[in-house]
C-alpha cells in the first residue's frame, strides 16, 4: 500500500494503480478499510484533469444466488441463433 488515511471515521489502506500503457485515466487510488479489506471507495484520475470518486455504500460478500442466474434458457429465446464453439 501507498499510505494509511482515513475516510469516514474508518482506517484505510491507501493503494495507487497506474496503467502500463497509456490509457484515457491515469491512476486509480483505491481506499480499503483496514479492518475487513473491503474496497470503500475508488478515485479515477482522467487525463482531462477531471476526477471521478466512486464511494461503496453497501457491500454485501458471499450472497447467495441461483445457479439459473447464470444459466442461457434457450427456450427463453426462440429467434436467437446460438454458435456453440466449444
Not at 473491503?38 to 466512486?54: C, G, I, P
Not at 461503496?56 to 464453439?85: G, R
Amino acid at each position: 500500500h501507498i499510505r494509511e488515511g482515513q475516510e469516514n471515521g474508518k482506517k484505510v489502506n491507501v493503494v495507487e494503480l497506474v496503467p502500463k500503457e497509456t490509457k484515457q485515466y491515469y491512476k486509480v487510488r483505491l481506499n480499503i478499510e483496514k479492518t475487513t479489506n473491503m474496497l470503500v471507495s475508488a478515485v479515477v484520475f482522467d487525463r482531462n484533469n477531471t476526477t471521478f470518486t466512486y464511494t461503496i455504500s453497501k457491500n454485501q460478500p458471499n450472497i447467495s444466488i441461483a445457479d439459473e442466474k447464470f444459466t442461457f434458457n434457450a427456450a427463453s429465446y426462440p429467434k436467437v441463433e446460438i454458435i456453440d464453439l466449444r
